[in-house]
Structure formats: structure tokens, C-alpha cells
T-cell receptor, first 112, second 113 residues
Framework: QKEVEQNSGPLSVPEGAIASLNCTYSDRVSQSFFWYRQYSGKSPELIMSIYSNGDKEDGRFTAQLNKASQYVSLLIRDSQPSDSATYLCAVQGGGSQGNLIFGKGTKLSVKP | DAMVIQNPRYQVTQFGKPVTLSCSQTLNHNVMYWYQQKSSQAPKLLFHYYDKDFNNEADTPDNFQSRRPNTSFCFLDIRSPGLGDAAMYLC????????????FGPGTRLTVT
């Protein structure tokens, strides 16, 4: 059973701080990794994709991937109250044509 | 703007009364997906279409069916909704299968009374 694990939180950080969200996955052959943001009652919104080991930065967001450790993370710099949401980690499973496997998400709360 | 559209946004149906949810896309993507998401849970893939080819997940109940009459539209039919089928239903698209980015529509919140 391929799995994606996330700490459910809530993760609470003060405004302006760095929020660090973590995700581990079980399928060693996974090649594609995604972070989605989901506000309460809304649908998931893609914020980052990462395919290679290392860091990928996009504005205040940095995704980090370590395939050897089967670990992917998302850093949010200068966190804002508007970043308060559930962050879903998604991992492509089952080979080159595999579908996404989602974690249950980490709820982030940014306090003013 | 290219997008994924779902209608209706909210749907109330009675126990056992068939219901159809619709999804359309202007992204011209080959793949369309249907997910079910319950509160505080991960989205659960029900099935997907790659062009006209239908792929059902092994654990998707027979009560759930789908149609894709053309590239732009995809429908989710729930033949006899039960109370346990109340959820958010999410449509997503991607250019190709595998590791391509998936883009979600706004979802349809289904209530079963």
C-alpha cells in the first residue's frame, strides 16, 4: 500500500515566521511531487511541483526534495494570516503513469 | 482564463435519488479525474479518463459511474446515493498521465438527506 504521511497539525506560527511542512512517502520509485493549498470548504490549489532532489523556490515558497530519505518539505517564508490553510502533499505513485497519492494534509495557522 | 468548471457548486439530493455532477475544462487536457473528499481526509481518486479511455479505481463502488462525451466535459453519476456519499466531489485535469500537474475545479458539495 503506497502511502503519503503528513503531520495533521495544527501547526501554529506567528506572522512573519517561517512555516515548515513535512511529508514522507513510501514508494521509492516516485518521481513527481506536489504541494497543494486547500482553504476550508474550497478545492485544492497547486502551489509547487518538484521533480529533482534539492530545493525549488517560487516567491515565498520553497519545496525541498530528498529522494534517498523519501522526504519532501515545503517552507513558507514571511508567513501571512492568508497562508492559514491545509497543505496537501501529493506524490505520483505506481510508475511513470501512476496517479497522485495525497496525504491527509497539515493544517497551518498563522497568528497575527 | 483557462479553467476547470464544476456545476452545481452545491447539490442536495435524497437518499437513493440519482444525481449527476458535471465538470468542464478549457485547458484542453487529455486527462480528467474525479475525486471524493470527506472532511479532514485526503482526496480519494474514484476514476479517470485518458481521452476516451476509462480507468476505474479498484475500490470505487459500482454506485459511481462516469461519462466523458467529449474532450471538454466529464460527468459523475451517482446511481443511488447513500448517506455515506455526502462529500465534496472534485474534478481535476492534467495534460498527460503520470507526473503531470493536476488542476482542480472548485468542487461540488453533495448533501444526501
Amino acid at each position: 500500500q503506497k502511502e503519503v504521511e503528513q503531520n495533521s497539525g495544527p501547526l501554529s506560527v506567528p506572522e512573519g515566521a517561517i512555516a515548515s511542512l513535512n511529508c514522507t512517502y513510501s514508494d521509492r520509485v516516485s518521481q513527481s511531487f506536489f504541494w497543494y493549498r486547500q482553504y476550508s470548504g474550497k478545492s485544492p490549489e497547486l502551489i509547487m511541483s518538484i521533480y529533482s532532489n534539492g530545493d525549488k523556490e517560487d516567491g515565498r515558497f520553497t519545496a525541498q526534495l530528498n529522494k534517498a530519505s523519501q522526504y519532501v518539505s515545503l517552507l513558507i517564508r514571511d508567513s501571512q494570516p492568508s497562508d492559514s490553510a491545509t497543505y496537501l502533499c501529493a506524490v505520483q505513485g505506481g510508475g511513470s503513469q501512476g496517479n497522485l497519492i495525497f496525504g491527509k494534509g497539515t493544517k497551518l495557522s498563522v497568528k497575527p | 482564463d483557462a479553467m476547470v468548471i464544476q456545476n452545481p457548486r452545491y447539490q442536495v439530493t435524497q437518499f437513493g435519488k440519482p444525481v449527476t455532477l458535471s465538470c468542464s475544462q478549457t485547458l484542453n487536457h487529455n486527462v480528467m479525474y474525479w475525486y471524493q473528499q470527506k472532511s479532514s481526509q485526503a482526496p480519494k481518486l474514484l476514476f479517470h479518463y485518458y481521452d476516451k479511455d476509462f480507468n476505474n479505481e479498484a475500490d470505487t463502488p459500482d454506485n459511481f459511474q462516469s461519462r466523458r462525451p467529449n474532450t471538454s466535459f466529464c460527468f459523475l453519476d451517482i446511481r443511488s446515493p447513500g448517506l455515506g456519499d455526502a462529500a465534496m466531489y472534485l474534478c481535476a485535469t492534467s495534460r498527460e498521465l503520470g507526473g503531470h500537474e493536476q488542476y482542480f475545479g472548485p468542487g461540488t458539495r453533495l448533501t444526501v438527506t
